[in-house]
Structure formats: C-alpha cells, structure tokens
C-alpha cells in the first residue's frame, strides 16, 4: 500500500564499518557529510521561524538571556522539524548506528548560542535527564552553521559511556529542579583536562556528531563576535528503552498513555522504522499538538510543592505562572 505521508528519504551514505566500530569503542562519532545540504537549509529556516513563533507564545521554558535558546518536543507544533525527525534520513541511520529491528523517535531539542553569547552547556550525560531506561538510544547532532572550539563546539570525554557511573543532570543555566537528585556532580573536566581524553572536532554543516546517552559532554560559550552556532539533537530509541518516570527529570508534557515499563512507543513516542503507524502519526500530521495545559499545570504544581515553583528560594528555569496555580 502507497503511504499517504511523505516519502522516507534514503541517507546520501551510510554510516561505515569503521564509524560504527568507533562509535562503539569511543561512544562518539563526526560523521562527515552525512546530511544533504537541502535538509540543512530547510532547518535553518524552520529554526528561525520557530524561535519566533516560540517566544510569541511564551512557551519557551529553557529560553535564558544572554544570546541562548533552547527548546524541546517543537515536532509536536512546526511541520519541518515533525518532517525531518519521521521521515528524513535520521530513522534509518539509527537503525544502523543502534543495530536494532525498530526505531522509535524519542524527541529533538535545539541549542541555539548567537555570537557572542557566553552560556556555556556544563559537562553532562544525558540518560539522567530523561524520564526513560534502557541502552539503545543515539542522539544526532547536527550544525547548522560551521562550527568551532571557538564558536561552541560540542565536546566529549572519549570512552566515559563505559565508566558505569551516573551524574547529577547540569543544564545550561544550571536548573535547580533536574539537578534535584543524591548523584554526585559530573567530575571537573575543565579544570582537569588533561586527565581525561577530550575530544572535538570543527564541523562544517552536514556533518553530524552522533553520540549515546552516557557519554559526558558539555560545550564552552560561543566566543566567536560573528558567528552564531545553531544546533539540534535528534534522539532516537530501540526497542529495550522504557518509560521510567522519576523525580528531576525532564517533564512530557504531551499526553503519551504510558505507564511505568512500558516500551517508548505511541503519539509522543512513534515508531519511525522500519516504518511509521498511522495510528501513532495521524493527529500529528493533521496538524500542530499543543502541550496539554493540564499536564503543564500539574507539573508546575509539583515544582510549587517541591519547592521549585516560581518566586520560591530554589525556583527552577521550567517555573512558569499559570492562571489558578498558587505563588511560593
Ligand atoms: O549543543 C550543546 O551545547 C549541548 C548539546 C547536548 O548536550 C546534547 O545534544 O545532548
């Protein structure tokens, strides 16, 4: 049967033997030229486009002063990036870099430091950020403007996805509410580099970082007085990744019908290959998904009660008012 929905692009190249060996080994790769030039454009334009219609509608809950935006789950509301994240080539290289029969999108986040900017992103591994188990995840991400060590390129200590240990969530802006756990802080690269086997690379767009959910990594300011350093992250789970919600994890605030175990999958979740279903996409494709106010108003409620909310002594960057909801 014919899909009705866009036609799933092929990747100009596969990830290679070598790459796929190195990712494994060193839990990071830059894979050359692994985006066509086209997606890039189409997401530079959705990027613009989306940091305005985003801050028009004050739902921007990681945007931070200082030349930083960030957001998460904006597939759910712009049409490009719902494209590329179902029905580029990125479901098809994760099932390369994953080695797994079944793909599913897991979400994307954007990190935008505009020249000059001095928001550095603290050294983190992301599993402690998500409300989530499981090994099989990959994250892809991609430049949409040349990038150095100068202009904020992503970092990564080589081999620490084997290290076993687990560290406190640090965001950009430093949240008190994910940062809420007994983890010990990630250990001190920066002042100690030359202990750990750091690794970055400059990038033109179309190269891609790809990288697992363990590693550690973080990236400085953007120190460069004139070019801005756009990026985005593309996450993608196989099939052994759970729902685990936790206290101090990133908040869904779309409604998924998950309950504790059960395997990433459905509207928020949808598989991505070896195909989509119809039945997780549908109400997507017919149109943009706001988050669901009762969702945002019970989790700011939770912020309130844990101490978190706005105007208290530990507010959290996700603290936002909502009409009926008490202050500290
Ligand atoms: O772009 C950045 O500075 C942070 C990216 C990141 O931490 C990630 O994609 O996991």
Redesign the pocket.
């Known amino acids: 049967m014919t899909s009705i929905y866009p036609k799933k692009q092929r990747p100009i190249r596969d990830l290679t033997r070598e790459e796929l060996i190195a990712l494994d080994k060193d839990g990071v790769i830059c894979a050359r030229g692994l985006l066509d030039l086209g997606s890039i454009s189409f997401l530079r334009e959705a990027i613009e486009d989306a940091i305005q219609r985003l801050a028009a509608l004050k739902t921007d809950s990681f945007e931070i002063d200082n030349g930083f935006s ?1 957001d998460v789950f904006v597939w759910k509301l712009h049409d490009a990036f719902r494209d590329i994240a179902l029905f580029s080539s990125l479901p098809e290289l994760a099932q390369q870099a994953l080695g797994v029969d079944t793909v599913n999108f897991f979400y994307e ?1 954007f ?1 935008v ?1 505009r020249a000059g900017s001095p928001v ?2 603290p050294w ?1 591994q ?1 599993l402690t950020f998500w409300p989530i188990e499981g090994s099989q995840l990959i ?1 892809f ?1 991609i430049t949409l403007d040349s990038v150095t060590k100068e202009s ?1 390129g ?1 970092e990564f200590v080589k081999g620490s996805h084997r290290w076993g240990n687990r560290y406190k969530a640090i965001t ?1 802006g430093v949240d008190s509410y994910l940062a809420d756990t007994d983890l010990p802080e990630p250990p001190d690269i920066n002042k100690y580099r030359e202990e750990y086997d750091v690794v970055g690379w400059d990038m033109e767009p179309g190269d891609v ?1 790809i ?1 697992g959910p363990t590693i550690l ?3 400085s300011g953007n120190n460069s007085n004139k070019n801005d ?1 756009r ?1 985005l ?1 593309f ?1 993608y789970a196989g099939p052994d990744v759970i729902y685990a919600p936790r206290h101090a994890t990133m908040p869904l605030l779309w409604d998924h019908g998950l309950k504790a175990g059960d395997k990433l999958s459905g509207s928020l979740f949808p598989q991505v290959w070896p195909d989509v279903i119809e039945s997780e996409i549908s109400r997507r494709m017919a149109g943009p998904e706001l988050p669901d106010m009762n969702l945002a108003a019970e989790f700011q409620q939770k912020l309130i009660d844990s101490d978190f909310g706005v105007g208290s002594k530990k507010q959290s960057l996700f603290a936002v008012e909502m009409p009926g909801l008490p202050k500290a």
């Open positions: 960030g986040q990190f430091k550095n992103t983190h992301d994250s991400w904020s992503l950009p970082l990288f990594h973080g990236s350093r990026a992250a996450r």
